[in-house]
């Protein structure tokens, strides 16, 4: 149960931890009695946690820098010894139309939602593969099951991130090293606040982060939700293009 005692780690890097999903996961597991180091790039955020909770250690970070991940990854090796859980969250989303359309957020939206994980992981595996111990844990979204309206930025960069953990669940498979993959659907924060359209089954931040905690405990690989929202998408992703095209249109009509 997410709230029982003796989580399965000592230690965790949450990435991408300044607010929203990250900040109350953070939160949880420092609760719960876990050494946690935050990143993000907000430096006054993460301090302002790190204040709050005595187990909590912050640690300013743009993810799209690779040597500053390797620099960060190493100085909480240096000061917890190792990560027991990575959760790889940093995350943008800028809703895209044809008519918005914009290399430069393109680029970027991979750049933090699939370049932020690749630069963690190439930081994280060698001392994991080296301990044969450890799990990480990668932040995608239900959009990427499939190409949805407005995501012309986001979605690509989601779908990467699904395949991403896909192969390394199956690369890993031979190890201790346990990988889970997070894909939520709507959940109230920071980054959803910006969107107009209706967000069907939303959910707040805090519910979120439980629903992850307890599946990570788990040691799922996917944890999804809410069940209706994933479900859904989960059965037009089966669909032949033919009949997705038609009912994804109609599905969100006004999106
Ligand atoms: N909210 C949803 O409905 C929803 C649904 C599906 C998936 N997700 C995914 O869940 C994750 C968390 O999102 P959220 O909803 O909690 O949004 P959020 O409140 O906007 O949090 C995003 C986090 O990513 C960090 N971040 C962004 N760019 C970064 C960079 N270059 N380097 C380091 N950190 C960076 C932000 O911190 P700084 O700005 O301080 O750097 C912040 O801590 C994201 O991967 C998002 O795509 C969210």
């Not at 405990?217 to 999804?224: C, S, V």
Request: aromatic share 8%.
């Amino acid at each position: 149960m997410a709230n029982s005692p003796n989580p399965p780690w000592k230690t965790a890097w949450v990435v991408g931890a300044s607010t929203g999903i990250g900040r109350d996961l953070a939160i949880k597991l420092a609760q719960l009695g876990v050494e946690v180091a935050v990143s993000s790039r907000s430096a006054e955020k993460l301090q302002e946690l790190s204040k709050e909770y005595e187990n909590i250690e912050a640690f300013e970070l743009d993810v799209t820098d690779s040597g500053s991940v390797a620099n960060t990854h190493q100085r909480i090796i240096e000061n917890f010894g190792s990560i027991d859980l990575a959760v790889l969250n940093a995350g943008v989303w800028h809703p895209m139309t044809v008519a918005e359309f914009d290399v430069e957020r393109c680029r970027q939206s991979m750049d933090v939602n699939h370049g932020g994980i690749t630069n963690a992981l190439q930081a994280l595996l060698p001392g994991m593969l080296s301990r044969n111990a450890g799990h990480i844990a990668l932040v995608a979204s239900v959009a990427g099951y499939r190409g949805l309206p407005k995501a012309l930025a986001y979605a690509p960069s989601k779908a990467a991130v699904i395949s991403l953990a896909e192969v390394l669940k199956l690369e890993l498979e031979t190890t201790d090293i346990d990988v889970s993959l997070i894909n939520p659907g709507f959940v109230k924060t920071p980054m959803t606040s910006v969107n107009e359209f209706p967000m069907p089954y939303i959910i707040s931040s805090d519910d979120a982060a439980e629903r992850i905690l307890k599946g990570l405990k788990r040691r799922k690989f996917e944890i999804a939700f809410p069940w209706q929202l994933v479900w859904s998408l989960k059965f037009l992703r089966i669909l032949p293009y033919s009949l997705y095209f038609p009912l994804a249109r109609r599905l969100t009509h006004g999106s």
